[in-house]
C-alpha cells in the first residue's frame, strides 16, 4: 500500500510518518500550499489508488487563541487547504483520511434546553447512548452524554473550532474521504503538543469530563482505519471518560509528587483565555461496531504516565 502524507513537519504528521515508516510502509511527503488549489492538482498529479492522509492544519502557536487574530489564515487551511486535497485526492480514486477534531463539541449543563431536546431524541432514535458516570467533588453523579458521528456540531467559542466544524460539514459529502475527529492528544513522552506537557504549564486546572486521543493508541487506530477504508466521520479517541484530574493526580503519583494543582471551575477559566475551548465525550460504538477502536482510556494513563517517567 502506497501512503501520501501532507502535514508530515506537523504534530500528528510527524507521528504518523514515524509509525508508519518503522511498520515498513512505503510513505511519500509531500509539502504543497494546500490553500491553492492549482499547487495541490500540480502536487498530487501523478497520486492515483493510494492512501492520502491530509494532517495540515492551522491550530495556533502557542495555542488556538492565536486563530483568534488570524482568521484568514487558519480558514483558508483548515477549510480550503481541506476541501483542496479531499475533492482532488478522491477525484483521482485515492482514499482520503482527513485529520479531523472533536473540538467541535461542548457537552451542555444538566438541565439545560438542549440536554432535555436530545434526551427525548436519542431516546427516540437510537436508545440511550449516556456513557458511564462521573462523580464530582460534592459526591454527586451523572451520567455525560457522548457525542456521535452524526451529531451536528454545537461549539463554536472558537474561530479554531468554527473552521474544523464547517470544514467536516464539506468534507463528509466528498466519496471515500474519512474524517476522524482527534481530541486533545496525549503521549508517554515529553512533547510541547503533548496534552501532559501542557496542562503542567499552569497550576490552576478546569477538570471536566471530556475524550483524549492517546498516540501510541492512535497509530494502530489508524492503520485499522486505512485497512477497513469506512468513509464520513469517525471519533477517533479512546473510550471512557477522562478529565485532567486522573491524569494530573496519576503524575503526582508517578512522576513528581511535590507538583500541585488547584482545580478550578469553568467561570474562572473561561476569564483565562482569549477563545473558549470545548470540552466535551465523544461516542467510540461506531467505531467498534467496525472492529475499529483503541483500548480504554482508564487503565491506560497509567502506561502512558510510566513511559512518561522514563523518558522525561
Ligand atoms: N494537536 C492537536 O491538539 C489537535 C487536536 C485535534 C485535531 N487536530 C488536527 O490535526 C491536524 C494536525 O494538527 P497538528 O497539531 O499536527 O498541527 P501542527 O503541529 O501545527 O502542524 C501543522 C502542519 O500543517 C502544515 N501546514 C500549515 N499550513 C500549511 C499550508 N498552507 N499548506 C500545507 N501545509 C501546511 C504544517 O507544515 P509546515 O511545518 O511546513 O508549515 C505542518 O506540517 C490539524 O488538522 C488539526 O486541526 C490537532
Redesign the pocket.
Known amino acids: 500500500m502506497k501512503l501520501v502524507l ?9 507521528w504518523i510518518l514515524r509509525y508508519f515508516s518503522e511498520q515498513g510502509h512505503d510513505v511519500q511527503t509531500i ?5 491553492d488549489l492549482s499547487q495541490v492538482r500540480d502536487a498530487l498529479k501523478e497520486v492515483h489508488d493510494s492512501v492520502v492522509i ?6 495556533g ?1 502557542p495555542n488556538v487563541d492565536w486563530c483568534e487574530d488570524h482568521r484568514l489564515e487558519t480558514a ?3 477549510i480550503d ?2 476541501i483542496n486535497v479531499c475533492e482532488v485526492a478522491s477525484g483521482q480514486g485515492n482514499y482520503v483520511v482527513q ?5 467541535i463539541f461542548e457537552t451542555k449543563k444538566r438541565g439545560s434546553e438542549e440536554t432535555r431536546k436530545r434526551g427525548k431524541e436519542e431516546t427516540r432514535k437510537r436508545g440511550n447512548e449516556e456513557t458511564g458516570e462521573r462523580g464530582n467533588e460534592n459526591g454527586e453523579s451523572r451520567k455525560i452524554y457522548a457525542y456521535t458521528e452524526e451529531d451536528e456540531p454545537n461549539f463554536f467559542g472558537s474561530y ?1 473550532s468554527q473552521t ?1 466544524a464547517v470544514a467536516e460539514g464539506a468534507l463528509k459529502e466528498i466519496s471515500n474521504v474519512c474524517v476522524l475527529r ?4 496525549l503521549q508517554g513522552s515529553p512533547n510541547p ?1 503533548n ?1 501532559l506537557d501542557k496542562l503542567l504549564q499552569y497550576d490552576k486546572i478546569l477538570s471536566v469530563p471530556n475524550s483524549v ?1 492517546i498516540m501510541e493508541d492512535f497509530m494502530p487506530f489508524l492503520e485499522r482505519v486505512i485497512d477497513k477504508r469506512p468513509v464520513g466521520v469517525l471519533n477517533a479517541v479512546n473510550p471512557g471518560v477522562y478529565e485532567h484530574r486522573d491524569l494530573l493526580e496519576l503524575y503526582r503519583e508517578i512522576v513528581d509528587p511535590s507538583r500541585s494543582f488547584e482545580y478550578i471551575g469553568l467561570e474562572e477559566f473561561e476569564g483565562m483565555t482569549k477563545a473558549k475551548r470545548s470540552n466535551c465525550v465523544l461516542s467510540t460504538k461506531k467505531g467498534e461496531e467496525m472492529g475499529i477502536a483503541m483500548p480504554s482510556v482508564e487503565g491506560n494513563l497509567q502506561r502512558v504516565l510510566e513511559s512518561y517517567r522514563k523518558k522525561r
Do not use: E, F, Q
Open positions: 501532507l502535514g508530515h513537519t506537523g504534530y500528528v504528521g510527524a509539502r504543497t500550499d494546500v490553500a491530509n494532517a495540515t492544519g492551522k491550530t502557536r483558508k487551511v483548515n487547504g481541506a485529520i479531523g477534531s472533536g473540538c479554531y474544523k482527534i481530541r486533545m492528544p503538543k496534552l486521543t
